[in-house]
């Protein structure tokens, strides 16, 4: 093999117009006829020097690295005038490495992947792949993100890592793993460089690597077999700060007997790239639900995690519990006459103007802290129940901001809790309660000019006793909960870059009542720029589709009924929306996804789409389409916000002007959704729990001020 390393030097002030990337494309372009084996790059150079290795497949190509150098420069110095590059050091030599730790040659086309080995403990020496591991035994699971080998259990399309834009800095990165059945996880940390492998060393995370640092390829978890035959699963996740980005799952046979050998398999990744993880800094609290083991893993900023089973049956019932007290707080049926044949209505139990007295609303407010509190024992362990709240406080007030947790389900509906109603102090299911001073204060009895602050007031009054009743017991109140959608894309966190007036489309039911359909969309473009909302002729499917064809809205807002239909008595229920004449189902937006639209479908400009009826994104274990995958995942929208339960058509509106308008004015998803909830809380209303958005936390339809 023959190896060269150039040194690309710039002249000052022109890295803007051109990249480390640009130079490896006209290498991989220019040489590709040749016996090219693999182009990769070396950090740690001056601002201004791009360091790249290039390896051919034999001896006989050395004579191309002085090539290389020259024609380099001259195509680079057309670009950039005055640059030089640098042959600084040339080997030719067989590879010795183990077979597993050599590059498989794939990467002249794709620069880092993900690598995971597993090798008997402090040795290079492979595990046999196929066999079982052997009993009582010490082996690792060894860990890298940089060219692709050949002794890596993950397929490439699997492990792929194209080479994106990160950070002007080296990320530092976590590895994870958790073993069935073992309490504590085994924690690395390494170094994501902006470009080449990753490595790991003794320097501290996030501090400036010592002179003599010793860099080491790869990351070691150790992994102690059983002394009994079994067959276990782990898992290992790799985390940018308290997010999880890449998560896999280990199948393990150890003994004679289990059949199989032992395999990993790509669980999810929050971005298929990794690149700009910029975006996904600032996450307090990562929850990963797993579908194979029904675990999840909760991972806060010192890093403790922790863990518990819950079964999709049990999630159900969580949800079901959830939308029924919602249900109760919100309408009644009631008879239109007194004979036993009148015709049953639906009535609200808000006054007009939405609201509720203040002790109705506590009561409101306490059934639904006991479904969250039961769902968040049911959830974590004892001592994650009694640590997680205190971490979460303490992330407000050191941050200045909420908390946000972030959710990734690996297999979307297989738990559709409603994170957001999560009660996390402790409560009974006593009636009797101890109401908090902030529902005073913060309640319909409070002054509304008042915003509510990251932390209850009260809060350290709280901690040691029973039964309180506090607003800031709830994720929805307390904490900006994240829930992104399942897609094969990078998520975004912006709609559209570009500084344009902002455009929001409505798709309005004719059966809706029209007298609050018009009053909506007065007072909705009331709080919006003049020339936001457009209302496009949709009459027909076709209308429809085609209006959803070109990437030029900001946010397409469905204001409508919503229904659903079971089509068996042992199958879940699945819903559709209704828009006058016809209904748009899930399956709908799917095929026109992979037939009457473009591909991709909204490539630059992509919407968020708000579903405003009644159960518009419910789901359950058993859900066999889904707005959110339909929209989220085939149509590229960057998210979606639907709806849990029945919702009374002016309490609707109500609430989408309110969110609408925050966005409007720049306020992320999380944050938006999150003030509509205390909006409405003011009035003695708790239905901002019925709304849940479907995307990052930080999605906002223009870049926010001062974001580069």
Same mark, same amino acid.
């Given at each position: ?19 480390l ?6 290498l #991989? ?35 191309? *690295? ?13 670009v950039?005038? !005055?640059?030089s590059?640098?042959l600084?050091s040339?080997?030719?030599s067989?590879? #010795?490495?183990?077979?597993w ?10 620069d880092?992947?993900?690598?995971t080995?597993i090798? $008997?403990?402090?040795t290079e020496?492979?595990?046999?792949? !196929?066999?079982p ?7 690792e699971?060894? &860990?890298?993100?940089?060219d692709?080998?050949? !002794?890596s259990?993950?397929?490439r ?21 958790v ?11 390494f ?14 995370? @996030?501090?400036?690597?010592?002179d003599d ?6 990351? #070691? ?6 002394a009994?035959p079994?067959?276990? &699963? ?10 999880v ?13 289990i ?9 999810g ?5 990794f690149?700009d ?7 307090? +609290?990562?929850v ?15 890093? %403790? ?7 999709a ?5 969580s ?5 029924e007290?919602?249900?109760?707080? $919100? ?8 004979l036993? %044949? ?14 509720k007295?203040?002790? =109705? ?8 802290a ?11 362990g004892s001592r994650d ?8 406080r303490?992330?407000?007030?050191? #941050? ?6 972030? +959710?990734?389900?690996?297999q ?5 809790m409603?994170?957001?109603?999560i ?10 309660y101890?109401?908090?001073p902030?529902l005073?204060?913060?309640?319909p009895?409070? @002054? ?5 602050? &990251?932390?209850?007031?009260? @809060? ?7 039964d ?7 994720? !929805? ?6 829930q ?6 990078d ?7 570009k ?6 489309i409505?798709?309005?039911? =004719?059966?809706?009542d ?9 007072l ?15 009459a ?38 209704? *828009? ?11 095929t026109?996804?992979?037939t009457?639209?473009p591909?991709? $479908? ?12 009644c ?13 959110v ?8 929208a960057?998210?979606? +916000?639907? %709806?849990? +339960?029945?919702?009374?058509?002016? *309490?609707?509106?109500w609430?989408?002007?309110?969110m ?6 720049g ?18 209303n708790?239905?901002g ?20």
């Amino acid at each position: 093999m023959a190896e060269g390393r150039f040194v690309v030097h710039l002249p000052s002030q022109s890295y803007d117009y051109i990249s480390l990337s640009d130079i490896k494309a006209w290498l #991989r372009h220019r040489f590709r006829a040749s016996n090219l084996f693999r182009i990769a790059s070396f950090p740690n150079l001056p601002a201004g020097e791009f360091g790249i290795v290039v390896v051919f497949n034999d001896d006989k190509s050395l004579m191309l *690295l002085w090539l290389i150098a020259a024609e380099l420069q001259e195509a680079v110095s057309k670009v950039v005038p !005055g640059t030089s590059v640098e042959l600084t050091s040339v080997k030719s030599s067989e590879d #010795r490495r183990p077979l597993w730790d050599r590059p498989t040659g794939e990467s002249a086309t794709a620069d880092r992947y993900v690598n995971t080995p597993i090798v $008997h403990a402090g040795t290079e020496e492979p595990a046999v792949i !196929g066999q079982p591991l052997a009993l009582a035994t010490d082996y690792e699971v060894l &860990l890298n993100i940089g060219d692709y080998l050949a !002794g890596s259990l993950l397929s490439r399309d699997d492990a792929s890592f194209p080479d994106g834009l990160l950070r002007d800095q080296d990320l530092w990165l976590r590895a994870v793993l958790v073993q069935d059945g073992r309490s504590d996880p085994v924690t690395r940390s390494f170094c994501l460089p902006e470009a080449g492998p990753s490595f790991s060393c003794d320097c501290q995370p @996030d501090d400036p690597h010592a002179d003599d640092c010793a860099r080491r390829p790869w990351v #070691r978890l150790p992994l102690r077999t059983p002394a009994e035959p079994a067959l276990m &699963l782990a898992e290992v996740a790799i985390y940018y700060e308290a997010t999880v980005v890449y998560i896999l799952r280990l199948t393990l046979p150890f003994g004679e007997g289990i059949p199989g050998g032992f395999r990993i398999d790509l669980i999810g990744r929050l971005t298929r790239t990794f690149s700009d993880m910029g975006k996904l800094a600032g996450r307090s +609290v990562s929850v990963v639900t797993a579908d194979a083991s029904s675990r999840v893993i909760v991972n806060s900023v010192d890093f %403790t995690h922790g863990r518990f089973a819950i079964s999709a049956r049990q999630a159900d019932t969580s949800a079901s519990n959830v939308r029924e007290t919602l249900d109760r707080v $919100h309408i009644q049926v009631a008879k239109r006459g007194l004979l036993r %044949t009148s015709k049953r209505q639906l009535v609200s139990n808000f006054a007009a103007d939405y609201s509720k007295e203040a002790a =109705e609303f506590q009561h409101d407010l306490h059934r639904l802290a006991v479904d969250g509190a039961s769902l968040y024992s049911a959830l974590f362990g004892s001592r994650d129940v009694q640590t997680l709240p205190h971490l979460l406080r303490h992330e407000a007030e050191v #941050r200045c901001r909420p908390p946000v947790i972030q +959710v990734i389900d690996g297999q979307p509906g297989d738990r559709a809790m409603l994170w957001s109603v999560i009660y996390d102090l402790p409560l009974s299911r006593s009636a009797r309660y101890e109401p908090c001073p902030s529902l005073e204060q913060f309640g319909p009895a409070g @002054d509304a000019t008042i915003d509510p602050p &990251l932390v209850c007031p009260y @809060d350290r009054d709280h901690f040691g006793r029973d039964d309180v009743l506090c607003p800031f017991g709830f994720w !929805g109140l307390s904490c900006v909960i994240e829930q992104p959608p399942s897609v094969e894309r990078d998520l975004e966190s912006v709609v559209w870059p570009k500084e344009e007036e902002l455009s929001f489309i409505v798709a309005p039911d =004719e059966t809706l009542d029209p007298r609050l359909t018009e009053r909506h969309l007065r007072l909705l473009a009331g709080h919006l720029p003049e020339r936001t909302v457009s209302m496009p002729p949709i009459a027909t499917r076709e209308q429809l589709r085609e209006v959803l064809t070109p990437p030029a809205m900001d946010v397409v807002y469905f204001y409508c009924h919503s229904g659903y239909e079971r089509r068996s008595s042992q199958g879940a229920p699945e819903n559709y929306l209704n *828009l006058g004449e016809y209904q748009v189902w899930p399956l709908d937006v799917k095929t026109w996804a992979r037939t009457h639209w473009p591909y991709p $479908h909204w490539p630059m400009r992509h919407p968020l789409v708000i579903l405003n009826g009644c159960h518009t994104t419910e789901a359950n274990s058993g859900t066999l389409n889904t707005f959110v995958s339909a929209f989220a995942d085939h149509a590229a929208a960057s998210g979606v +916000v639907g %709806t849990e +339960v029945t919702l009374e058509q002016g *309490l609707a509106g109500w609430a989408m002007e309110l969110m609408l308008a925050a966005l409007a004015r720049g306020a992320t998803v999380g944050n938006a959704i999150r003030e509509v909830r205390w909006a409405m809380l003011r009035r003695g209303n708790v239905m901002g729990f019925a709304y849940t958005p479907y995307c990052l936390a930080n999605l906002a339809l223009r870049r926010p001020l001062g974001e580069d």
